[in-house]
C-alpha cells in the first residue's frame, strides 16, 4: 500500500522556536508538497519541490524554509515559530508528470503557544 | 490563471438522501479534474478522477462528469450514509505538476 508518511499528528511548540515538520514517501514519487490548511481558506501551497534539492515558492513561503536531500523526504522547517502558524500542515507527493493525482499524508496539528 | 469554484457548505443532508456538490472550473488548454475527500482528522484521499471531457469518474458510490462545455465537475451520490460526512474537495490539474484546489465543502449526513 503506498504511503506518505508525516513524523508526527499532533504537536506544540513555543513561540521561537525552531521546528521541523518531516514527511516521507514510498512510492518513488519526483514531487512533493507542503501545504497548510486553515477554516475557510482551504488548502494553500507554501513550497514544492519537483526533485531531489529542487525548491519552488508557493503561495505563503513567507517564515518558512524547506529541504530535500534525498527523493524519498522533504523537510519544512519553520526558523522561528509564530502564533500565527499555528495550523494543520499537509504534505504530498506525486508522479513528475503534469496532470497527476496527489497522494497525502495525514497531516500534522502544529499548535504554537 | 487556474481556478476552482465549489459550492459552500456546510451541506446537510439524511441518511439515503442524495447528493450534488458543485464544481465548477477555469482553466486554459485541457486539465484532469479530482475530487478528493477529507475525514475528520485525516489527510486528503483520492476519491475519483476524470482525465478527458465526458469521462466519468466513479469510486464507492460517487460520481462525476467532465463537462467541457459548462467546464463543471460536479460529485453526486444517489444514497449517502453516515460515514460520508466528510469534506469534499474539487482540483484541477492543467500544465504543470501544481493543482488548483477549491475551498471544500463540508457534508454533514445525519441518520
Known amino acids: 500500500d503506498v504511503k506518505v508518511t508525516q513524523s508526527s499528528r499532533y504537536l506544540v511548540k513555543r513561540t521561537g522556536e525552531k521546528v521541523f515538520l518531516e514527511c516521507v514517501q514510498d512510492?518513488?514519487?519526483?514531487?512533493m508538497f507542503w501545504y497548510r490548511q486553515d477554516p475557510g481558506l482551504g488548502l494553500r501551497l507554501i513550497y514544492f519541490?519537483?526533485?531531489?534539492?529542487?525548491?519552488e515558492k508557493g503561495d505563503i513561503p513567507e517564515g518558512y524554509s524547506v529541504s530535500r536531500e534525498k527523493k524519498e523526504r522533504f523537510s519544512l522547517i519553520l526558523e522561528s515559530a509564530s502564533t500565527n502558524q499555528t495550523s494543520m500542515y499537509l504534505c504530498?507527493?506525486?508522479?513528475?508528470?503534469?496532470?497527476?493525482?496527489?497522494?497525502f499524508g495525514p497531516g500534522t496539528r502544529l499548535t504554537v503557544l | 490563471g487556474d481556478s476552482v469554484t465549489q459550492m459552500e457548505g456546510p451541506v446537510t443532508l439524511s441518511e439515503e438522501a442524495f447528493l450534488t456538490i458543485n464544481c465548477t472550473y477555469t482553466?486554459?488548454?485541457?486539465?484532469?479534474l479530482f475530487w478528493y475527500v477529507q475525514y475528520p482528522g485525516e489527510g486528503l484521499q483520492l476519491l475519483l478522477k476524470?482525465?478527458?471531457?465526458?469521462d466519468k469518474g466513479s469510486n464507492k458510490g460517487f460520481e462525476a462528469t467532465y463537462r467541457k462545455e459548462t467546464t463543471s465537475f460536479h460529485l453526486e451520490k444517489g444514497s449517502v450514509q453516515v460515514s460520508d460526512s466528510a469534506v469534499y474537495f474539487c482540483?484541477?490539474?492543467?500544465?504543470?505538476?501544481?493543482?488548483?484546489f477549491g475551498r471544500g465543502t463540508s457534508l454533514i449526513v445525519h441518520p
Open positions: 482553466a486554459t488548454g485541457y486539465p484532469s
Open positions: 519541490s519537483y526533485d531531489v534539492k529542487m525548491k
Open positions: 476524470a482525465t478527458k471531457a465526458d
Open positions: 504530498a507527493s506525486s508522479l513528475g508528470q503534469v496532470r497527476s493525482e496527489q497522494f
Open positions: 512510492m518513488d514519487h519526483e514531487n
Open positions: 482540483a484541477l490539474t492543467g500544465g504543470s505538476y501544481i493543482p488548483t
